[in-house]
Each structure stands twice: as C-alpha cells, then as structure tokens.
C-alpha cells in the first residue's frame, strides 16, 4: 500500500512535490524565451570577437554566423535540459507517476506521446504519494485565529451599581409626567408615595410598570 500523502511544496529548482498542467505550461514557455535570446547572444558573441568566423560573418549573414549561434544553444542546452527535467518530474509527479519516467522521453514516438500527456492529462484528484493537489489551496498552518474573548467566572464578576438617586424617581405615577425628586408632581400635583418607589432599590417606578426595570422586583 502506497504511503499516505504528506504536504510537499517543491520550487521551480526543485524535483519535490508537483505540478499542474497549466503551471507546466507556463515554466515551458518561460524556459524558451529566456534560452533562445541568452544562445542568440552567446553565437554573437563568439563571432563579435572572432572565435568562430569573423564580425563580417555576422554582419553578412553567412552560414559560418549561423552555426556559431547554433553553438550558443549547446552552451546553454545543458541547463536548459536540467531545468525542463526538473519540471517534467514534477508534472509526473501531479500525474502519480514516478519521475523516472523521465526517460521515456527518450524513446521516439513514444516521447511525442508522453509530451502531449504532460500537457493536457489533469493531475490525480486530491493528495497522491508525491503531495497535495496543486489545484486545491491548502489550509494555511499560520492562518490568523481570531483572538477569543476573556471569560471572567461569576464570582470574579463585579456587579453593575445602581444609577446614583439622582436619576430615580424621574416619573409621576399618575400622569407619567417627569417629577425629579419632587414629593408632589409638578404637573398634577399628586404626591409621589411610597408606592410610586420599588422597595428593593428605592427607583421609583414607570407609570402602568409591573416591575420595576432596575432589580426586576414587582411593583406595590
């Protein structure tokens, strides 16, 4: 049995891990358009300075030019070969296939047909042997958690004071008009009684109120 995947996260210099097709893709291009210009201007540089023919050559257009910028590519095709090598592993890899499979690219015909493989087979749904699948995003082991709010226990809880006795007794029992501390409501002059007063916390009470809104105690 197959061990089971681990995350593996390998970089554009590296065999580990895998790649998609589109990725793959991508790097292929970008190796071909960086080679070709940098063998360009080795070729060019080997007749500018008359290693191979003459700057006239060049300047003329003549074959001798021409293969001394064919030697440019055999400068540079081995790092070429290594880093396109790396990649195909990788997209081996995205396909469960070992990277020895490289090989195979050796083979005629049957390279022609592995190419197109690499370029348009999707990857194995899902963590194969080789790592996560490169199309789902993976959890982020350093995500940020919200910090979570303190408890504080009940007994450690300090209770919330009642509002300071200038605030009680706002209200008349009878008109509902504000009365302040007065004894007598000022807009209908009936006296503010006891019974207009909660009798735990001393605020006194809304006109038509059961319980009084501070202590939840029930009105006289």
């Known amino acids: 049995m197959r061990n089971v995947a681990v995350a593996k996260t390998g970089t554009f210099f590296s065999m580990a891990g895998r790649l998609n097709r589109l990725r793959y893709f991508g790097y292929s291009l970008a190796i071909g358009f960086v080679t070709y210009p940098i063998a360009f201007f ?20 003549t074959e001798l ?42 083979i ?22 080789y790592g996560n699948d490169p199309l789902v995003a993976v959890a982020d082991a350093n995500s940020v958690v919200p910090a979570a709010v303190p408890h504080t226990p009940l007994h450690d809880r300090v209770p919330t004071p009642f509002p300071p006795a200038a605030t009680k007794g706002a209200f008349c029992r009878d008109c509902g008009s504000p009365a302040g501390d007065s004894k007598f409501c ?18 006194q009470l809304r006109v038509g109120s059961t319980f009084c809104a501070e202590s939840g105690a029930k009105s006289a």
């Open 42 to 61: 080795v070729g060019t540089a080997l007749v500018s300075n008359g290693i191979i023919g003459t700057p006239d050559d060049l300047a003329n257009g």
């Open 65 to 106: 030019a021409f293969f001394a910028i064919s030697v440019g590519f055999v400068f540079v095709s081995p790092g070429t070969v290594i880093i396109s090598a790396l990649q195909i592993v990788k997209r081996l890899h995205d396909l469960d296939r070992p990277g020895t499979h490289f090989w195979l690219m050796l």
């Open 108 to 129: 005629p015909f049957y390279n022609v047909y592995l190419g197109w493989v690499l370029l348009f087979k999707k990857g194995t749904t899902g963590p194969n042997q």
């Open 186 to 203: 000022p807009h209908c002059g009936q006296p503010q009684t006891p019974s207009n007063i909660c009798s735990r916390c001393g605020t």
